[in-house]
């Protein structure tokens, strides 16, 4: 009995998120429904066979969550900071993400390095680096802009000694289509603070990264 209760409760706890997830949600469904078959119908496609069927309902819930960083402040995430006296480098490298270019709209995706120095024991929680990326690259982007926003966040909440932002990645547009070039890599780095003057803090970050 206490089981099916617990089945219960849980099943309508899950269902009240995705109703409240659906009211906050910022993306127009219906908007991107219509759209996608208009898509479909312009490209020579028959929108109402049956594989095309739900796919207007498919893309609409696909933009909702690969479009959530719009709605997103990365300056949130470091709200929160460690008072710890640690003022050496510290560096989460290797941070995957996916993107979509704002030109074509295809993924570009990747990696993202981090590095910063931190000052007067602001120190932040590691996660809170990858959420920032995360958020910033969860919208129509550029690489350039992807890696500068993170960079000034973090100058701005953490006031640190610097900040090295290096994020590495493919572009859909130049594998798939144009000039098809596929294994091509982009490298966009981001460089504020003591970074700037320093070679050797430099040439640290670029050598943890590579090892
Ligand atoms: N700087 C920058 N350019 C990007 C990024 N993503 C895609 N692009 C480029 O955006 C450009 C758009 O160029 P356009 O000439 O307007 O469009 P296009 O005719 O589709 O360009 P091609 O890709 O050369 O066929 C292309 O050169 C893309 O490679 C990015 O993150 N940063
Ligand atoms: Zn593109």
Redesign the pocket.
Known sequence: MLRWDYIFTREHYIRFRANRRKKMSAVNHAQIEEAVRMILEAVGEDPSREGLMDTPKRVARMYEEIFTGINQDPAEYFETIFGEEHEELVLVKDIPFY?V????LVP?FGHAHVAYIPRNGRVTGLSKLARAVEAVAKRP??????TSTVADTIMNKLEPHGVMVVVE?E?M??TM???KKPGSK?V?SAVRGIFREDDRSRAEVLSLIKN
């Open positions: 993107s270019c704002e030109h074509h570009f982007q550029l690489q350039e802009r992807i990645a572009h547009c130049m289509r144009g000039i982009t966009t």
